[in-house]
């Protein structure tokens, strides 16, 4: 059976970091521009809520907390409660504020199964195709305990983050690179050592300007990385160098992120963007599609403990 690609919900400018919540069976996701939104697969109803003149990057379940959540407001990380019906949201706390001085954003984000977050920041995106991107301004993060571990500064453009628990691997991907990282973790005290790349665009025809965008991993321990401007999601396994299991070619250009999701965890919910002045937009530009058919499964998403 060959994979069968579905459209949800479009209409976005950047649809982004998707993540499945299993209690409610239902994905959340973010609008880059100001927005969180939840859609439910077997009602298909999609609400949204606005923060503001803020850039919104990342939301995940807080673990044991109804309708609580964290989200990134510009290079701020806040506990905020939605209850996933009202385009209202009251903002409970500032967690955590890094990159001080600065007009950095975050830009994707994970939590691992210890309930410990990690995110990148990055420059603010130029508003116009002319405007230059300063890149190595951006920095690494986890954040847990009220305390701050910066593990990699000279940050182009953070971007997807995997852990195989199994293994003791992270995943990481800075898109300014062009590589897909791996590091050894100790999950204990969130420290990463040996850094090896295990997938780097230029040997697999990747056009410059096309970057790795957001990932997630299957049970297998392979992993689902979304090209932005390459309109694919690459099934790559990490143990071998370099080594494209499959690709899933989609209806639009500009894909941002991916996630396992569904009752079995065995659908692939991806996200895409339509920026203009970008690479080409597809014939649906900023939406949400589900895959199903790919004949794997997915793990359980990490939430955040605060």
């Given at each position: 059976m060959s994979p069968v690609i579905e459209k949800l919900v479009d209409g976005f400018a950047v649809a982004e970091g998707p993540?499945?919540?299993?209690?409610?069976?239902?994905?959340?996701?973010?609008?880059?521009?100001?927005?969180?939104?939840?859609?439910?697969?077997?009602?298909?109803?999609?609400?949204?809520?606005?923060?503001?003149?803020?850039?919104?990057?990342?939301?995940?379940?807080?673990?044991?907390?109804?309708?609580?959540?964290?989200?990134?407001?510009?290079r701020s990380l806040v506990l905020i409660n939605w209850d996933g019906e009202s385009n209202k949201v009251t903002i409970i706390k500032k967690l955590y504020e890094v990159?001080?001085?600065?007009?950095?954003?975050?830009?994707?984000?994970?939590?691992d199964k210890t309930g410990r977050i990690w995110s990148g920041t990055m420059p603010r995106p130029p508003s116009t195709a002319q405007e230059e991107f300063i890149d190595k301004q951006g920095t690494l993060y986890s954040f847990e305990n009220n305390t701050v571990k910066i593990h990699n500064s000279e940050i182009g453009m953070s971007n997807g983050i995997a852990f195989d628990y199994n293994k003791n691997k992270m995943y990481y991907i800075d898109s300014l690179r062009g590589s897909l990282d791996q590091y050894d973790i100790d999950f204990k005290t969130g420290t990463l050592t040996n850094m090896k790349k295990v997938f780097t665009k230029e040997k697999h025809g990747i056009q410059e300007g096309h970057v790795l965008d957001g990932m997630t991993i299957d049970s297998d321990g392979n992993l689902w990385v979304a090209v932005f401007g390459d309109g694919r999601v690459y099934q790559i396994d990490p143990n071998v160098p370099e080594m494209v299991l499959q690709y899933v070619e989609f209806p639009a250009k500009q894909i941002t992120s991916v996630a396992f999701g569904g009752p079995n965890l065995d659908e692939l919910y991806v996200t895409s963007a339509n920026h203009p002045g970008?690479?080409?937009?597809?014939?649906?530009?900023?939406?949400?599609?589900?895959?199903?058919?790919?004949?794997?499964?997915?793990?359980?998403?990490?939430?955040?403990v605060v």
């Open positions: 993540h499945w919540d299993v209690k409610s069976q239902s994905l959340f996701f973010v609008g880059v521009l100001q927005t969180i939104h939840k859609y439910v697969p077997s009602t298909k109803k999609h609400t949204q809520a606005s923060l503001g003149n803020h850039i919104v990057s990342l939301i995940i379940p807080v673990k044991g907390k109804k309708n609580e959540f964290i989200i990134s407001l510009d990159d001080q001085g600065t007009t950095h954003i975050f830009n994707d984000g994970k939590c970008r690479p080409p937009v597809g014939e649906s530009p900023g939406a949400v599609f589900r895959v199903k058919g790919l004949n794997v499964t997915g793990l359980p998403p990490d939430e955040a």
